[in-house]
């Protein structure tokens, strides 16, 4: 296998050639390019390294700017210099998901048989595929074993595939707000969001590169249903309640008389700017189909059995999406496998959203673990050489 | 005002004429059919009938068949000859909602102005004004008070708003998983239906009655949307899980893997066999609208101020569509208005759906209700002669 590396003002690439990727559908990728970003420096022993895992939507743009949006980076909250994961001192990598549409290959790339982008004819990928990318990344970039994995959600399930997979790999792992399965509820939302897609018209079957189509509609559909997800009642009830928008009485009309179907639209409209909709398609089928036990015989803690990395675990009491019994069932399962596993529930009436939000408990949670951590490794200052 | 009784294998529709119902929205329907359909016999008296409200979706057939699907009415678990609505006590009545699409006046029906369906020149209405439209019906069926007045969910909102605005027309009112206002994240999910419907090309903007055409697929995916949120999480799990559907192993494709997906699928498909998208738009904007304290001044309580109705409310344990403390607020305004209430939560883990299912303390707390309203009002044997 092959690796070439390029850079541009949205950060690295690396491509792999040469049967790059054996993936879990029995497909081998022969091309694999993943687009990643890097922050802060790799100290001299390599062990200072950071993987952060993104959610569904997310990118490879956790701190600094986002080079496409203009806008800060997902996870300023909490990734940067002097942050909670502090940039000054750990060697922060985070690349954009196998699948997605962040420049890693996806259903967009070049089919190499039909030099057309895949549509459809990618294949369907799944977390475990995702992590073995990422896998190929820290071989390419030198790193023998990871400092800490840590994400948010799908981010959380690539954090458990990875201690699942490669446990001697990593010596920390942070899952927040995630799951070690998709549940039946979730499931049906994503087939929901789906469904909105392959009924859009300008679809075309997954084959809309070749026009100008994209369909958008459905694709804003399929957003507006799963942001509802995100957030709590408490949450929306709070931000919107019933308020108009703009105005000081109902219409008697389909206007977004109230701020939350305003906020709605919005979110739909500004998402399908950025986002691809078979990259939408492929994701949450690859989070449907996650189910660590079921790959361990129904066992989770088989998964993890005789484990030596740390567990952070966190969840948010208003999280309805990866509610807390989730966490919890995982930290069982942990403890069944001997494993160093903390737990916190965090009080929050935001939301999933709340681990992307000013959540001061998370971030004192995830700030003293990774120091606790560091001090287990002996990375005196983070193992910043200085 | 004239009115025109015909009666045909559906029921019955009553069609009055002349300025008929002067709407929220400052319109005046001039014709306006409602369809309705009467089990059991009116007393001598007039003082044994119910009224039952139907749902968002349902229809004017809660017992018996229904005529147009051939299946049993969608409460037939309480209304029935000997059941806990006793038909053969009580002179049953439930009429289709205005602005639904089982034979009432709705977006379907013919524009006088123009001969054509109204589509989107069909007013836009409220729960109020669906009460109002029951209520002509009421008097033209010679009634001058209700024994009770029943309904879930949207039919619960038509019972508030019979107390709030016709409280001395009822002497008792059961509104079951309920709101007094419809919140923030209802409105979230009923507008991601209704862009689902406006996204599809076969809407034609709501003026697709005049072709073959009809909006099947964002209608589908309203309703698949809308299904989840009829659902506890539990009672997916218990009912799905992660089950797959007709098959050994995932397809690694985008076909319904699992249980669930086949489900909703199934939902969508059936749902819009039997109704209108426009239906659907006005609808879930009349529950969008509705909030009872708004338009008593924010004072819930002075809606029901002096009230003599009695009032049994009943929510359930695992319904976060229209969760507990939507009925606990109600009935605090309803005790702070001196009224005559009692409050059941149910254990259910079947979700908002409960009120549809087989629910024996709801069934049991309905019908102890009943007993004594009838016991109170004097109505032997449920008021029937013999």
């Keep these: 296998m092959n690796a070439t590396q390029t850079q541009n003002e949205d950060g690295e690439t690396v491509r792999f050639d040469g049967a790059a990727l054996k993936l879990d559908c029995g497909v081998t990728l022969e091309t694999l390019e993943l687009a990643y970003r890097t922050y802060g420096t790799l100290n001299k022993d390599k062990s200072n390294a950071i993987l952060i895992c993104h959610a569904l939507t997310g ?5 600094g700017d986002n080079p496409l949006t203009g806008k800060p980076g997902w996870w300023t909250q909490v990734v940067g210099p002097g942050g909670i994961i502090d940039t000054d001192k750990y060697f922060v990598i985070c690349s954009n998901v196998l699948g997605g549409c962040g420049g890693s290959t996806g259903p967009q790339s070049g089919n190499p048989e039909t030099g057309k982008p895949y549509g459809l004819d990618f294949p369907v990928i799944t977390i475990a595929d995702m992590v073995r990318a ?8 030198g790193i023998e074993s990871l400092f800490c994995v840590i994400g948010g959600s799908m981010g959380g399930m690539q954090v458990l595939q990875w201690a699942a997979a490669h446990s001697d790999r990593i010596f920390s792992a942070v899952p927040i707000a995630t799951s070690a399965r998709h549940s039946s509820q979730n499931i049906a939302f994503h087939e929901v969001g789906r469904q909105a897609i392959l009924a859009d018209p ?22 507006m249903a799963a942001h509802i997800t995100y ?6 009830q709070r931000k919107f309640g019933r308020n108009l928008q703009d105005r000081e009485a109902i219409s008697y009309g389909f206007d977004a008389d109230f701020q939350i179907e305003s906020y709605l639209r919005h979110q739909g409209m500004t998402f399908v700017e950025r986002f691809d909709a078979n990259s939408y398609l492929y994701i949450t089928r690859a989070m449907d189909y996650f189910d660590i036990a079921a790959e361990n015989g129904g066992n989770l803690a088989a998964a993890f059995n005789g484990t030596a990395t740390r567990f952070c675990v966190m969840s948010f ?3 309805w999406l990866f509610p807390t019994p989730e966490s919890v069932n995982l930290v069982r399962a942990l403890n069944a496998a001997g494993a160093n596993v903390s737990f916190v529930e965090i009080e929050s009436d935001k939301g999933h959203d709340a681990f992307l939000l000013d959540e001061p408990e998370m971030h004192a949670t995830l700030s003293g673990f990774l120091q ?11 193992g910043r050489d200085d």
């Design 134 to 141: 990422q896998n190929l990344l820290i071989d390419h970039l």
């Design 372 to 382: 606790a951590a560091a001090q287990a490794r002996g990375l005196e200052n983070g």
């Design 202 to 223: 300008e679809w075309h079957g997954g084959a809309y590169y070749a026009t100008d189509a994209h369909p958008r509609k459905g694709l804003a559909v399929a957003r």
């Design 317 to 319: 009491t208003s999280d």
């Design 231 to 236: 957030l709590s009642e408490a949450a929306l």
């Design 59 to 63: 990118d490879q743009h956790p701190a």
